[in-house]
């Protein structure tokens, strides 16, 4: 019998022929919202703004991406243990790495860039793909080092070694990178006003939270060893590696996150403007941006709107509160004399109580500081997490806008607390 997979878990253990055909999908996702907002955005012009990037440069740095990491990278089979640094062959377009590389081109810079076409940065882009795809086929082939040290096994038995985790490593993550910025481009057309009419990518109503989930005080164990090239063991994130024991204390926390039934009466009672609820930075965030509600909200006569698809529309009660800032989660929290929960708290009870622990409606504010584990070690794409361990809070779970082969319970997602782009909400303890 065929055990059942989660599709991030399927995903983080994908072979070849799971992982060809997910880069597929992810790609075709990635062309069909590029589709959406070059059809809105006149000369897919977007304001310069911290959070945003040009729409052509974010896809050409898609391909280039996975092309630097697969195609040119002669360590790919190594997996996290290859040189970053090593030479690499050329690219199909020669000033790619002077156009896309994320650690080397500043933010700013990237409205000026020579950038290629929305057609040429296409071509590209499937240049990279087939590419990417031949080298997938070559390491899901034994090599004949293979076949002669397993000379005793099958060459079935062969092949299988011969895809490790080592060898599937930069497939795995080129692909949860491309998702990554994918929804990236979902929330940059939301705060564009560009509606996107696929339903896979729209926010559903959730019922009223039920009782809070109990936990005794007790061990748990954070991070896990899959991600160490052992074959089988699967893929994992730099941060999400070396086990180590925590205690956590007792808690209660709710089933489901907060929805805009429960938060707005906290904007109806003037929280806004009540400085008991805020924290010190949270203060200063409100005086910065003179914020009376949440983004993307507001008030007509007695009825809440809210603007989604570049229109405003009456606000549905029902649909998890989204686009907060750590802040307001932390406001909230105090106005209803609850707490966020720690990450450990947020995991404890995703992976013991799944079927009781309702997640994956918005992204989850945590009181937990984005930090590295007990010794950690950073995977080549060194600027993937040690450059953000810098104090911001972790979010926990997944969105809407989520691809649910990210949708991991050990993944770590982190922003700064002032973000509220994204679509993050909250999930509240017992005091």
């Excluded at 005794?216 to 063991?233: C, D």
């Excluded at 930075?281 to 009376?292: C, P, Q, R, S, V």
Aim: glycine content about 8%.
């Amino acid at each position: 019998m065929t055990l059942f997979k989660a599709p991030a878990t399927a995903a983080r253990q994908a072979g070849a022929g799971e992982l060809a055909a997910a880069l597929q999908a992810s790609r075709a996702d990635t062309l069909a919202t590029f589709a959406v907002l070059e059809a809105a955005l006149p000369g897919l012009k977007v304001p310069q703004q911290p959070t945003l990037n040009p729409p052509l440069w974010e896809l050409g740095h898609i391909g280039w991406f996975q092309e630097y990491w697969i195609a040119r990278n002669p360590l790919r089979a190594a997996g996290a243990a290859g040189d970053p640094h090593v030479a690499r062959s050329a690219g199909c377009r020669a000033n790619a790495d002077a156009l896309y590389d994320s650690s080397a081109v500043p933010h700013a810079t990237r409205w000026s860039l020579p950038l290629p076409d929305g057609a040429a940065t296409r071509n590209d882009l499937a240049r990279q793909l087939a590419a990417t795809l031949a080298c997938l086929r070559q390491a899901a082939e034994p090599t004949a080092a293979t076949l002669s040290a397993a000379s005793a096994a099958s060459a079935a038995s062969a092949g299988v070694a011969a895809r490790s985790d080592d060898a599937l490593y930069f497939f795995r993550l080129a692909l949860f990178h491309e998702d990554m910025h994918h929804e990236a481009a979902l929330y940059m057309a939301q705060s564009l006003g560009v509606a996107i009419a696929d339903p896979r990518w729209q926010a559903a109503p959730l019922p009223a939270a039920g009782a809070d989930l109990h936990f005794e005080a007790g061990s748990w164990t954070r991070g896990h060893t899959s991600g160490t090239g052992k074959t089988g063991s699967g893929f994992a994130f730099d941060n999400e590696l070396r086990p180590h024991a925590v205690e956590v204390p007792a808690s209660a926390i709710a089933n489901r996150v907060t929805r805009w039934a429960e938060y707005l009466p906290f904007v109806e009672s003037g929280g806004y403007a009540q400085p008991q609820w805020w924290s010190a930075a949270g203060a200063a965030w409100l005086a910065d941006g003179k914020a009376a509600a949440p983004r993307y909200l507001r008030r007509e006569g007695h009825s809440w709107q809210q603007w989604r698809h570049g229109a405003w529309g009456t606000l549905d009660l029902s649909l998890p509160a989204c686009h907060l800032t750590a802040f307001e989660a932390q406001a909230w929290c105090r106005w209803a004399g609850r707490r966020l929960p720690t990450e450990a708290e947020w995991e404890r009870a995703a992976v013991t109580r799944p079927g009781d622990f309702e997640w994956g409606a918005v992204w989850e504010w945590t009181a937990s500081p984005f930090a590295p584990y007990p010794g950690f070690v950073a995977h080549p794409y060194r600027d993937y997490s040690a450059p953000w361990f810098d104090g911001r809070p972790v979010l926990r779970g997944a969105s809407f806008m989520t691809q649910p082969r990210m949708r991991h319970p050990n993944y770590r997602n982190f922003f700064q607390p002032q973000r509220n782009d994204v679509p993050a909400g909250l999930r509240s303890c017992a005091l």
